[in-house]
Protein backbone atom coordinates (compact mmCIF):
# COMPACT_ATOMS: atom_id res chain seq x y z
CA UNK A 1 0.00 0.00 0.00
CA UNK A 2 1.85 3.27 -1.13
CA UNK A 3 1.08 6.56 0.52
CA UNK A 4 -0.18 9.03 -1.49
CA UNK A 5 1.24 12.93 -1.51
CA UNK A 6 -1.62 14.19 0.51
CA UNK A 7 -1.86 11.82 3.13
CA UNK A 8 2.53 12.57 3.42
CA UNK A 9 0.97 16.51 3.40
CA UNK A 10 -2.12 15.50 5.97
CA UNK A 11 0.78 13.84 8.73
CA UNK A 12 3.41 16.19 8.31
CA UNK A 13 0.66 18.89 8.73
CA UNK A 14 -0.35 17.31 12.08
CA UNK A 15 2.30 15.98 13.79
CA UNK A 16 4.82 19.03 12.92
CA UNK A 17 2.99 21.81 15.20
CA UNK A 18 3.18 18.68 18.03
CA UNK A 19 6.25 17.84 17.95
CA UNK A 20 7.72 21.54 17.57
CA UNK A 21 7.74 22.28 20.77
CA UNK A 22 9.86 19.54 22.60
CA UNK A 23 12.50 19.93 19.66
CA UNK A 24 12.46 23.74 19.96
CA UNK A 25 12.76 23.60 23.90
CA UNK A 26 16.06 20.98 24.06
CA UNK A 27 17.38 23.32 21.07
CA UNK A 28 16.76 26.45 22.95
CA UNK A 29 17.67 25.38 26.07
CA UNK A 30 21.15 23.56 25.29
CA UNK A 31 22.40 26.26 23.32
CA UNK A 32 21.11 28.92 25.94
CA UNK A 33 23.23 27.06 28.66
CA UNK A 34 25.99 26.65 25.98
CA UNK A 35 26.04 30.75 26.00
CA UNK A 36 25.82 30.91 29.73
CA UNK A 37 28.71 28.13 30.05
CA UNK A 38 31.02 30.45 27.77
CA UNK A 39 30.56 33.14 29.12
CA UNK A 40 31.30 31.32 32.91
CA UNK A 41 27.90 31.93 34.60
CA UNK A 42 26.04 28.40 34.24
CA UNK A 43 26.20 28.35 37.68
CA UNK A 44 23.17 30.35 37.82
CA UNK A 45 21.53 28.77 34.89
CA UNK A 46 20.98 25.10 35.63
CA UNK A 47 16.99 25.51 35.09
CA UNK A 48 18.02 25.38 31.57
CA UNK A 49 19.22 21.72 31.98
CA UNK A 50 16.14 20.74 33.48
CA UNK A 51 14.50 21.75 30.54
CA UNK A 52 16.93 20.34 28.57
CA UNK A 53 16.01 16.77 29.88
CA UNK A 54 12.68 17.42 30.11
CA UNK A 55 11.96 17.69 33.73
CA UNK A 56 9.47 20.78 33.66
CA UNK A 57 8.43 20.88 37.33
CA UNK A 58 6.68 18.27 38.73
CA UNK A 59 6.71 16.56 35.39
CA UNK A 60 9.55 14.60 35.14
CA UNK A 61 10.48 13.07 31.45
CA UNK A 62 14.10 12.79 31.87
CA UNK A 63 13.78 9.17 30.90
CA UNK A 64 11.97 8.98 27.87
CA UNK A 65 12.03 12.64 26.71
CA UNK A 66 15.26 11.60 24.20
CA UNK A 67 13.09 9.05 22.93
CA UNK A 68 10.19 11.57 22.12
CA UNK A 69 12.65 13.54 20.81
CA UNK A 70 14.56 11.48 18.61
CA UNK A 71 11.01 9.78 17.22
CA UNK A 72 9.69 13.39 16.50
CA UNK A 73 12.97 14.70 14.37
CA UNK A 74 12.58 11.47 12.48
CA UNK A 75 9.11 11.38 12.02
CA UNK A 76 9.51 15.01 10.39
CA UNK A 77 12.73 14.00 8.66
CA UNK A 78 11.22 11.17 6.65
CA UNK A 79 7.41 12.75 5.97
CA UNK A 80 9.72 15.97 5.06
CA UNK A 81 12.00 14.32 2.63
CA UNK A 82 9.62 12.44 1.34
CA UNK A 83 7.25 15.04 0.63
CA UNK A 84 10.22 17.01 -1.07
CA UNK A 85 10.65 13.50 -3.48
CA UNK A 86 7.31 13.74 -4.43
CA UNK A 87 7.47 17.61 -5.84
CA UNK A 88 7.77 17.69 -9.50
CA UNK A 89 11.45 19.18 -10.61
CA UNK A 90 11.25 21.71 -13.11
CA UNK A 91 13.33 21.45 -16.15
CA UNK A 92 16.22 24.07 -16.88
CA UNK A 93 15.91 25.90 -19.87
Do not use: C
Request: glycine share 4%; hydrophobic share 50%.
Amino acid sequence: MAINKVQIRRLHARIAPIWFLPLILTSLSGSLYQVASLMKANSDFFWLLDIHKGNFGPLKLEVIYPFINTFALLMLAVTGITMWLQTPRRKRS
